[in-house]
């Protein structure tokens, strides 16, 4: 009886180790393509097999963070390429989003300090005052056919979204909060694209202009664009990643 007893305990443990092997392993082998597929992109630009990368990172999301670290890799161009890859993968969805389902949401931060704009029930009402470069952008955008919000919080676009139902969103801000904003848009099931802003703070941020112009011009057709607002308009379409 004690025989049996330990010949049965002896194998349980030797499944464990065994299970145990197979899975540092696989973890070894996955995570050693990650980080090859995530160096060669970051270094090149090109991303190789993008859903299984991001799919991969968000897995292994503690370790590859740790490894970017360890490895000298910038935090910051580590999210950036993840706001790239994700819209990479969306592209072709937000595409086929008709224009009047699509907002952008700015953040108010890229307001001048000096703003003299009131919050309204649907965020900071734009006067177009000069003082800064989101006047002009509002134009731009509304010209075509955007939906534009200037939001103090992400509690606003949710509730835009849901009053306007609308499916194709894009979105300025820093880091977190477009790291933030795509999963929230993952989750919600609407699709959306982030732009990253060149300066963070809370104050008097910026952002390229002409990045979320690319991407607000995806699927839509340049003819029916207003004469005024071409001279803005990059020539390419092409977002870049
Ligand atoms: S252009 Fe618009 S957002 Fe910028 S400071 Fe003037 S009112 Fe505010």
Not at 40 to 51: D, E, M, N, Q, S
Not at 67 to 74: D, E, K, L, M, W
């Amino acid at each position: 009886m004690v025989f049996e007893y330990s010949v049965t305990f002896q194998s349980v443990l030797t499944l464990i180790g065994l299970i145990t092997v197979v899975f540092l392993l696989f973890f070894l082998i996955i995570s050693s393509i990650l980080i090859v597929l995530l160096v060669y992109a970051l270094k090149t630009g090109i991303v190789p097999f993008p859903r299984f990368l991001k799919a991969g990172i968000l897995f292994f999301e503690t370790f590859m963070i740790w490894f970017i670290r360890v490895a000298g890799i910038n935090d910051t161009d580590f999210w950036r390429f993840m706001a790239g890859l994700q819209n990479n993968l969306n592209k072709q969805a937000f595409s086929e989003v008709p224009i009047d389902k699509r907002a952008v949401f700015l953040p108010q931060c890229l307001r001048s300090a000096k703003c003299p704009a009131h919050l309204e029930p649907e965020g900071l009402k734009c006067r177009s005052c000069g003082l800064c470069t989101v006047g002009q952008a509002h134009r731009v955008l509304q010209g075509l056919g955007y939906r534009v919000f200037i939001v103090p919080g992400s509690s606003f676009i949710g509730r835009m979204i849901k009053k306007y139902r609308i499916k194709g969103v894009i979105g300025v801000g820093c880091l977190i909060e477009i790291k933030d904003g795509l999963e929230m848009a993952d989750k919600a099931g609407y699709v959306a694209m982030g732009v990253v802003s060149d300066k963070d703070g809370c104050v008097e941020t910026s952002v390229n202009w002409e990045s979320v112009y690319e991407i607000a011009m995806l699927g839509l057709d340049p003819a029916s664009f207003p004469d005024s607002i071409l001279e803005f308009l990059p020539a390419s379409e092409e977002p870049r990643a």
